[in-house]
């Protein structure tokens, strides 16, 4: 297990929580809608040539609600902050669903933030075809189960078997609510981030999609697609919306090779 | 005391084996409409709320509902405004108009005032925060419900008080130009009352507010609670809360026979009544809860996060749970359910001779200034349902004034909410008498 811990820091006058591991050049770890589900395998292993930085986003539990963070496009606009004030800009980032539309506010509003760019089954535009699966009325069990394709993933047993606490269950609840406030309306998509995606045509990005996730749709990585023509694509077979747990190997491929490019 | 008829006008069609299947009304497929069936009844439930007028009932009151056979009240106001002219004497009584989910506050604040004029001063507007349901419906964010509740009541209440034209600029509502030209018949505002299911945040801004709180059907031990807890509110506040300030609606069927009554009356669980209005996922929407519902929430026995022990975990291939329920077997447990509601007084079902004794019962103990029979659901015919309103307010309803006479239960318009000041340094004076509940285990 890598050494992690957790630590704050004071952006706009808020208390961030940041998860910081690992060793090697920073890399920025944006954690998706559920919130971070805490440091597994794969988080070892890309720590061991990599300083993985993860804010817990405001409203998630640990960090506090923002009031004036109303969108996905002004949370952006606070990571940006947060990364200008710790100096950590340019950046690497990878960035997982609704993470990965932060991720990608970021990059069209600035393109230079980041040097690589790695979005993981990410949120943020509305698929080409096909609809991002709507998460809020859904029940717990439901939407956790839904975001693999293979509940027997030892990772996910990992995260999320045996008796939910009082306390998981708040801060479940605490990660709708979040995202809800954000994402609700359009849902989970910004109609010019597309358009706006195209300031960071140059910037070297990386899509990454389990053919079987259940949560967003091939559509989605094809809107990616024609935002950045010249992003790569990797798609993991038979895994779905957590690539990162449920073949980890694949994962750390290509995001060990895109990194070093 | 104000006494109340009230129907949640159900979709009496809808074939009951659908709900099942559905496990709740909300999202029950519309091809289960039937055009002519429910112009048939969209008119009838006018007629019944004459008819209730014509009896003798102090308020009709209507509630909103939506994508929901269990109520055909999907735009309450446009009934309310019908009513409005066809009645003469009724209150008319919203409870309520789900604000957070019709998002346009100076828009009701005109729909509200045409009715008020239009009734010549007789309606009462209450709001609520809408079903979680309703958030999914009308694709209101449920974690903003809060404020926007809070937003639009005050807007409103600032656009039939404040003269215009004026701007506003609010966190949720934007308006250039509020000037409504239609102002409501009665000054400063209709009176408000707020109908709710226990939520202590509604019951603290309700006696901030100085508005009438009415328990819709809620179980007498906690109901109890929270008028203490208004109360208490209320003496902050100086003010002594009493009757004036507390409603109770409850479901109520009365029929010539018991054996009638009961049969008719298990009408209140067809479907699975209240307790299937709609799924768990469409009743907590995400944020709709406050934090500290949530906490009591979390604190409930739920089990895994996956539904399965970590040793099933690897044997559970799929989350889709096929029904394999015998219909007839639910529908024998709703009955058994039918009769525990009556005995924790939740439901009244009988001849006017044994249900008098309950609602006598229920006075005491909540001791409200208005009280709302609310009629049956299910499918109940036309004939049955103003047989049980005549029977009410022949036989019942002349007894039942004549106790809150005597229990001193004084309605918010003979008495008005707040008007009773309380003197710092003395006790607050009780609101419920809960000498009966251990009599009839109902404490809890």
């Known amino acids: ?83 200008r004030e710790m100096n950590l800009a340019p950046i690497d980032v990878v960035a997982f669903s609704a993470g ?7 990059a069209a509003s600035d393109p230079n933030i980041f040097r690589h760019m790695a979005l993981v089954a990410p949120m943020g535009l509305k698929p080409t075809e096909g609809e991002i699966l709507d998460i809020f009325p859904l029940t717990i069990r439901t939407c956790i189960r839904r975001t693999v394709a293979d509940p027997s993933t030892p990772e996910f047993g990992t995260i999320y078997g045996g008796e939910m606490t009082p306390e998981q269950f708040e801060a479940f609840e605490d990660a709708r609510a979040e995202a809800a406030r954000l994402g609700w309306e359009p849902y989970m998509h ?72 | 005391m104000k006494i109340g008829y009230f129907t ?60 929901n056979p269990f109520c055909m009240g999907g735009v309450m106001n446009v009934e309310a405004s019908i009513l409005a002219r066809l009645t003469k004497k009724v209150k008319i009584v919203l409870i309520g108009n789900p604000l957070p989910v019709l998002k346009h506050p100076l828009r009701m604040a005109e729909e509200l005032a045409e009715i008020d004029l239009i009734s010549r001063g007789r309606l009462v507007t209450g709001w609520v925060r809408g079903a979680g349901s309703e958030q999914f419906f009308n694709n209101a964010n449920p974690a903003y419900n809060r404020e926007y509740f809070n937003e639009a009541h005050d807007f409103i209440i600032k656009a039939w008080t404040k003269p215009g034209p004026w701007r506003y600029e609010g966190k949720h509502f934007h308006y250039r130009h509020v000037n409504p030209w239609a102002l409501p018949y009665q000054k400063p505002h209709p009176p408000i009352w707020i109908p709710g299911v226990l939520s202590p945040e509604t019951v603290k801004w309700c006696a901030e507010h100085r508005y009438p709180y009415i328990g819709l059907g809620t179980a007498l031990g906690p109901s109890c609670d929270l008028w203490d807890l208004y109360a208490d509110e209320a003496a902050k506040q100086g003010y002594q809360a ?41 009743t907590l929407p995400p944020g709709y809860n406050s934090k500290g519902a949530v906490k009591m929430l979390a604190r409930q026995p739920g089990g895994s996060w996956l539904g399965v022990s970590p040793d099933k975990l690897r044997q559970a291939q799929t989350d889709e749970e096929e029904d394999m329920r015998d219909y007839n077997e639910v529908r024998r447990k709703l009955a058994g359910s039918f009769q525990k509601a009556q005995r924790n007084f939740q439901v009244i079902c009988g001849t006017p001779k044994t249900v008098l004794p ?17 009629n049956v659901q299910g499918p109940v015919s036309n004939q049955d349902r103003m047989t049980s309103m005549r029977l009410l307010a022949e036989e019942v309803n002349p007894a039942v004034r004549e106790y809150a006479q005597e229990l001193d239960l004084p309605d918010p318009y003979e008495k008005e909410p707040g008007i009773v000041k309380a003197y710092s340094g003395a006790r607050r004076l009780p609101v419920v008498d809960r000498t009966p509940l251990d009599s009839l285990n109902l404490s809890f």
């Open chain 2, 242 to 282: 009493g009757s004036e300030n507390f409603g109770y609606l409850i479901p109520t069927f009365v029929a010539e026979t018991e054996e009638k009554a009961q049969e008719l009356g298990k009408g209140f669980v067809y479907g699975g009544g209240q307790n299937a209005f709609s799924r768990p996922e469409f």
């Open chain 2, 8 to 67: 949640e006008r159900p979709y009496r069609w809808v074939p009951e084996d659908e709900v099942f299947k559905n496990h709740a009304f909300f999202a029950v497929s519309n091809k289960f409409f039937d055009r002519e069936k429910a112009a048939d009844d969209y008119n009838y439930y006018l007629d019944e709320a004459c008819y209730a007028e014509e009896v003798g009932f102090d308020v009709v009151a209507l509630n909103e509902h939506h994508g």
């Open chain 2, 358 to 374: 309950k609602i006598k019962m229920l006075l005491q103990i909540l001791r409200p200034g208005i009280f709302i029979f609310f």
């Open chain 1, 190 to 261: 910004n109609p010019s981030l597309g358009y706006l995606l195209g300031n960071a045509k140059n910037l070297p990005t990386l899509l990454v999609w389990g053919d079987k996730d259940a949560v967003v749709p091939k559509g989605c990585i094809d809107a990616y697609k024609k935002a950045l023509p010249n992003a790569k694509t990797v798609v993991v077979p038979n895994v779905g919306h957590r690539p990162e747990i449920e073949n980890s190997a694949e994962f750390l491929k290509a995001m060990n090779e895109f990194l070093a490019s």
């Open chain 1, 1 to 83: 297990m890598a050494n992690w811990t957790e630590t704050t820091a004071n952006i706009a006058g808020t208390t961030l929580t940041i998860v910081r591991g690992g060793s090697g050049k920073p890399l920025l770890m944006l954690h998706d809608e559920l919130g971070f589900p805490g440091w597994v395998k794969w988080n070892d292993e890309l720590a061991k040539e990599h300083e993985l930085i993860i804010p817990l986003q405001p409203g998630y539990g640990k960090t506090p609600r923002v009031d004036w963070i109303r969108s996905y496009r002004d949370l952006g606009g606070f990571y940006a902050m947060m990364l």
């Open chain 1, 100 to 106: 990965g539309y932060i991720a990608a506010e970021m």
